[in-house]
């Protein structure tokens, strides 16, 4: 009897010190977990390592061991851990993702690509899994592939209740003629509304002389028709080669030049040239900065205007955070400044007082993923005009302040084909009564990439 219940004791001894040693690997594997999705993958590699060595077949301590090691770029380590797993459980869709990433990373591309294709075969697959794995099969294909051609086409219409930003003021009090038109001022023109269909076709070139070398030419074609107003239709081309170069997997930089003419109404009104470089880097995976220059020449077409010829100088800062696997904000902030090319000055005042401005913007733009088909977005801007010439009937610099709200949202037809609806409201206040606005503009586009 004492036997029985001395073994008895001993085996409960022992059951409840394996409990207890399951609870201790359940926090040490929860505290791992939350280390890793920190993104300190150093430390998480150490962490489920130690989770490893104490039970090598536990599927969730070698995933995650691997994952570690592949962000950590130990792609080798990582291969061979997940195809251990694979021996373990041969049908871990998750799994088989991540091995085929490996493989991409290794340069095995044959292996990447059949294995990539394997589980899009799978049936049931998410939208977002089918995605990402045509996301790395285009990879695949583009190590091997020099040449590259893309494009998207754009038809849309929109109604823009104020179309000649005419001011919300009842009448106008300029102080070089307050005498000739007393306390009444000039009476405001009324706004005027309208509606325009649009048209914008894009073709974008590449060549890959290697990893950290492409050549680019971006072109597109712009086209807006209003319904009443034909003097205001727009035709826009432009074309803006580019040298691409990648200093390391952070770094891009591209070396660019710009063209383009504009055509108002049925004549040739603006040409603009110049140069265009901008840098990428990427300060971690879910953190991209952005930085811009400009340099813009534009030269009015017609001679009898050539004295509103202009130079813009242009620079902006830009960051993408990615919040979650469904939402991303972008904000930048952009000053520019604006010169007459030919100025001509009369009594200190210029005869073109609307040229010669400084402008400093902010922008705030919010994207939501709902799912792999519906977004919405959201956007906020605000910019300080400063024109440093004396307007020519109010003898005192314009000032203006600026506020903009969008909302839209997208929804994807096809593989390459959306909807798009958007709504956006501006209001523009100043020390200039003319100047003062608010407009309202709604739009309706489909949008084809190719």
Known sequence: ????????????????????????????????????????????YDE?????????????????????AFELKYYEEAQSIF????????????????????????NMNKDSIDLFNEIKNQKNLPNEVKEKIDYFLKLNE????????????????????????????????????????????????????????????????KYKENDNLLFKID???????????????????????????????????????????????????????????NVKYIIRKDLLLNASFKYQYKKKQSTENSNEDSK????????????????????ALEYSREYEKHPFKENNITTNDDINQNILSLNMNLNYKINSLFNITSGFGYSKLRYRDTD?????KRKDKELSFSLG??????????????????????NIDYAEYYKNKISFNYILRF
């Open 142 to 205: 583009s190590k091997s592939k020099k040449h590259f051609l893309s494009g998207s086409f754009i038809f849309g219409s929109s109604f823009d209740d104020n179309i000649n930003n005419d001011s919300f003021n009842d009448s106008f009090h300029p102080t070089l003629f307050k005498e000739l038109f007393g306390p009444n001022g000039i009476e405001a023109p009324e706004k005027e509304s309208d509606i325009t269909y649009n048209q914008i076709l894009s073709l974008n070139y």
């Open 409 to 430: 949202s997208s929804y994807k037809l096809y593989n390459k084909s959306f909807i798009s609806l958007g709504y956006n409201y501006a209001r523009n206040d100043s």
């Open 312 to 331: 813009v100088i242009k620079a902006g800062l830009g960051l993408l955070k990615i919040l979650n696997k469904n939402l991303s904000m972008y904000s």
């Open 392 to 396: 020519s009937w109010y003898l005192k």
């Open 83 to 106: 195809e251990r797993i694979l021996l373990y459980k041969p049908d871990s869709t998750r799994t088989k993702l991540e091995l085929a990433r490996t493989y991409y990373q290794l």
């Open 48 to 68: 489920f390592y130690k989770l490893f060595l104490l039970k090598m077949d536990n599927i969730k301590y070698n995933f995650y061991l691997g994952r570690s």
């Open 219 to 277: 072109s597109f074609f712009y086209n807006q028709i209003y319904k009443e107003n034909k003097d205001k239709n727009i035709q826009i081309i432009g074309l803006s080669p580019k040298i691409s170069k990648s200093y390391n997997k952070k770094l891009i930089i591209d070396y660019g030049i710009f063209i383009d003419n504009m055509w108002q109404g049925k004549e040739n009104d603006l040409r603009s040239y110049g140069l265009n470089p």
């Open 1 to 44: 009897m004492f036997n029985k219940l001395t073994l008895l004791l001993v085996f409960f001894t022992f059951s409840l010190a394996d409990v207890s040693d399951n609870k201790d690997l359940d926090i040490e594997y929860k505290k791992a977990l939350n280390t890793f999705k920190k993104g300190n993958y150093s430390l998480s």
